[in-house]
């Protein structure tokens, strides 16, 4: 029994003291004890609403694509990042390095009867800052083309203006050049299909990479082969339409399209 009253006497004294050290009831909120209120100064609002700041466009952008004026930038040309003019090929440039690689044996035998150029660029030395007006030249310029003949990309590479090397590019598909667009257009307006009807037009082409079916691939898979359009200028909808495999060198499809409503 002695026991028993021990025990309840140390549970009501430890209550007793848990009570005693505890906030008052009226001095708590639902999320702890409340603080006095902040004194905040309050503010007329002013008489006349700001003016809202009006989107405006540069007047110097060529049709179809507006640029915006930005806030705060600098108009003053001097301020822009200059251009390292060594690390420009210009087009005297390239058509002396095409003469240089074009003339060269390996690269003739490679590229075979039907070829095209596509692009050329210099070859930044490694492991050094290579962009703007800090790319460091090394005299090294890569030159692509694409045979038609061998259906493959061909890579170039020189020094000045001889060839290092010449090597297949399996597999890869370049980004349509000037000289593939050119010849798509051409293919397609002569195509019965099309004949007599896209001569007003302006053709457009781009790269396409016909799919692979399970029993059967699309027509031109793995070929070269572009997707030609012709509208009535750059922004008009596509009138005409044409498949056109460069590697065969012949329309696969060709057609009008619908009216777009």
Known sequence: MSCQITMRTVLLVAISLGYGCSLDAGSRGPFGPEDPETAVQKIALPEKAPV???????GEDIAGHHKPKMAGTVQDASAKRATNASAVLTAEDIATLRRAAESDRRVAALLGSRWTFIDADRIPPEGKVTFGCCRETTGL????????SQNVAV???????GVLSVVRLEG???PEGRQDVQRGIELAKADPRLAGKVEQLQGHGLLMQPDSGFFRNDPGYAHRTIWITFSKGQDGDPKY???????EDKVLEAGEEPPRS
């Open 241 to 247: 339409w044409a498949v056109v495999d460069l590697t």
């Open 172 to 174: 890869y598909q370049p």
């Open 52 to 58: 809202p700041h009006v989107f405006q466009f540069t």
């Open 141 to 148: 310029v890569r030159l692509v083309y694409y045979s038609y």
């Open 155 to 161: 890579e170039v590479r020189l020094k000045e203006t």
